[in-house]
């Protein structure tokens, strides 16, 4: 079975466009209604069985590195640490425990979360700026991101000093395109593609800054600036991932409350109205989650592509487009990639690779090879 | 009950361009009623103001007496549904979950049983069942005219506006769509406004008609009324012989054969309207202010 093949096939088993004709004496509407209940516990199957590769990748990335723990130790350790219940007096017990809580979760939890934020607000963004291309990076957030970074890292202009200085100035100037977009739509009523046209507008003033700066920085600074655009997800430490998980987890349940309404923006503004759907408030207020969650990111790892973009297409394919059962399965999808390019990224060439590159590495020609395997359009 | 439904003294302007003013008007009869009028006079445009997807430039619409300027999107999608002329949606669901969005102002977030039972049996009106789980973007322009009828009866509402429901269907459709949308009418006792551009097939199934021109509305009342020789020679400049076919207006057309845009008379009144208004406008407009 070749992977086109397979897709179709998956495909049907979801009862993802087909026509339906009943047969032996059922009445239409039961047959419908049954292949309707079918075609919803697939999906949830389907969301299942990813929950069982993420929890998979997930144990496995742990076990890879320069101390060798198997994978059933790497969650017999992790129970044993949430439940209190490690053997002090083992040293192999606190070996583990260290190499696995302290050494190795904080980077897989940050590229989990990561995974989950990009991919959700990426979700988001496409069905309400009804644009396949939107995500949070076409709107101007990360150069916006990476601009304050490089303020803080060049020319020294803080809000606060510290680590969280930079994020701060990432953070802050992340949100420009948002408010600059928010303003906009108060003054004029964009549409969806004028959005993202200033997004990218507002990106290539920040990029134009952003190269005259790091062309008259000292060399180690746009070093150090370089490192951090390319993404990462190594320097994050325990004190930080609340900061961001809060920033993902909330604003991920957040759009989640928002997805049938997206769903209806979807189908074209005045029907959305008709439906009672107060269309631009509910633009800006998305729009301002969609900003927090990926300046948030962004502030704090630097520029991943690719996984807000990618995971909502591929989750499409196989869940469909309703927004509901869509904005979870991008976000598992999102956070089981975010893990599958770090393990790859480590089998290849090490630890030490920037995640930013091996999404784009890897995110692209999978991506490529999807759309062309599609027989029937998606979006 | 029907919801009585009232336009006051209602105008709309597109920037410069006056679309029409001062268009009184009162509904408060269930049945099917068609707005008719030559392209651009502002068919949509009048619907839109009706349910709140546009707000009038001047003039209030009341819904059993409350002014839905003052009401929430929310409270108007209860009491009236939309069917668009077209639909275009990026990222397509399948159809029955496009027909289930029409239950979102009565359900929220969460999809019942109830709500699928209901989708699938206006499905079933509208003979669609087979393409339940087909992909919206799939299908032909007739076909998604079709979903968004079933879209607009699952909604069950206490008006319903089309806005050309029968623009892409087959002839055998366009009796029935109009015949069931009339039946709809009668058996629940809901008013139906639909916007056609077929007098004949507007005369066989309305209960009323509203004829629009020029920026005004020239006449409204029953079909047998406003389907005259002298409306149609003057709304849309076309000689027109009307017959009596089962008992209603038959509107037979004669092709001239000097006919020419530019030598249609209805036409270009009809602009002379809207340049004129243009000038009043203008001066109206502020600085910096909404034109809308």
């Known amino acids: ?379 | 009950m029907v919801v009585k439904i009232e336009a006051k003294d209602l105008g709309v302007c597109y920037g410069d361009i006056r679309i029409w003013k001062d268009i009184n008007l009162e509904m408060m009869e269930p049945g099917l009623i068609g707005i008719l009028g030559p392209n651009g006079v502002g068919k949509s445009t009048f619907m839109y103001t009706l349910n709140k997807i546009l707000e009038p430039t001047e003039g209030h619409v009341y819904l059993d007496g409350q002014d839905i300027k003052e009401m929430d999107y929310k409270d108007v999608a209860k009491i009236i549904a939309y069917v668009p002329q077209r639909s275009n949606e990026t990222f397509s669901m399948s159809v029955l979950d496009t027909v289930l969005m029409g239950r979102y102002p009565i359900s929220g977030f969460t999809t019942t049983e109830e709500d699928v039972k209901v989708a699938i049996r206006c499905l079933k009106i509208m003979g669609i069942t087979d393409l339940a789980m087909r992909n919206f973007n799939e299908l032909s322009a007739g076909q998604h005219q079709n979903v968004m009828i079933a879209r607009g009866l699952a909604q069950e509402p206490k008006i319903l506006m089309l806005d050309e429901p029968t623009s892409n269907l087959d002839v055998y459709h366009q009796l029935y769509v109009m015949k069931l949308l009339r039946d709809v009418a009668k058996e629940n006792g809901i008013i139906v406004l639909v916007i056609c551009h077929d007098l004949n097939i507007a005369s066989r199934f309305s209960d009323r008609i509203i004829l629009l021109s020029k920026g005004k509305i020239v006449a409204d009342g029953p079909a047998s009324e406003v389907m005259t020789s002298q409306n149609i020679k003057d709304v849309y400049g076309i000689d027109a012989d009307v017959m009596e076919v089962d008992g209603r207006p038959y509107i037979v057309y004669h092709a001239d054969e000097n006919m020419g845009i530019g030598n249609n008379t209805a036409y270009q009144n009809a602009t002379e309207f809207q340049n004129r208004e243009k000038g009043v406008v203008k001066k109206k407009k502020k600085l910096f202010g909404k034109s809308e």
């Open chain 1, 1 to 379: 079975m070749n992977f086109r093949n397979f897709i179709e096939e998956l495909k049907g088993r979801m009862s993802l466009s087909k026509t339906l004709i009943p047969t032996d004496g059922e009445s239409d509407e039961e047959y419908v209604f049954r292949e309707y209940k079918v075609a919803r516990h697939s999906k949830i199957i389907f969301f299942a069985v990813f929950i069982v590769v993420f929890f998979i990748l997930l144990g496995y990335k742990i076990t890879l590195g320069e101390y060798d723990i198997s994978f059933f130790d790497v969650y017999e350790t992790l129970w044993k640490h949430i439940t209190g219940t490690i053997d002090q007096s083992s040293i192999v017990e606190r070996m583990n425990d260290n190499v696995v809580w302290e050494q190795r979760l904080p980077r897989v939890l940050t590229a989990i979360i990561v995974g989950i934020g990009l991919a959700s607000a990426g979700a988001a963004m496409q069905s309400m700026m009804k644009n396949p291309l939107a995500d949070p990076y076409t709107t101007g957030i990360s150069s916006g991101a990476l601009f304050g970074a490089t303020l803080a890292m060049t020319l020294g202009i803080y809000i606060i000093g510290g680590f969280y200085g930079r994020v701060l100035n990432a953070f802050i100037c992340a949100l420009i395109p948002a408010v600059f977009i928010i303003f906009l739509s108060r003054w004029k009523k964009p549409s969806p593609a004028m959005m993202i046209l200033v997004g990218i507008a507002i990106m290539y003033i920040f990029n134009a800054f952003q190269s005259y700066m790091m062309l008259r920085a000292d060399p180690n600074a746009a070093s150090t600036v370089y490192t951090w655009s390319v993404g990462s997800i190594g320097m994050t430490t325990w004190e930080q991932i609340p900061i961001i998980a809060v920033v993902a987890i909330f604003g991920f349940f957040a759009l989640f409350l928002m997805t049938r309404t997206l769903n209806a923006l979807n189908s074209g503004d005045s029907y959305a109205k008709s439906l009672g759907i107060n269309v631009d408030r509910v633009r800006i207020l998305c729009l301002i989650l969609i900003s927090v969650i990926a300046a948030g990111i962004v502030s704090f790892t630097g520029i991943i592509g690719f996984i807000g973009l990618v995971s909502p297409h591929i989750a499409r394919i196989f869940v469909g487009s309703d927004n509901r059962i869509l904005l979870p399965t991008a976000a598992l999808l999102g956070a089981c990639m975010m893990l599958i390019c770090d393990i790859i990224g480590f089998l290849i060439i090490g630890a030490t690779l920037q995640i930013g590159i091996v999404t784009a590495m890897i995110g692209g020609p999978i991506f490529m090879l999807i759309l062309i395997a599609q027989q029937k359009e998606v979006w």
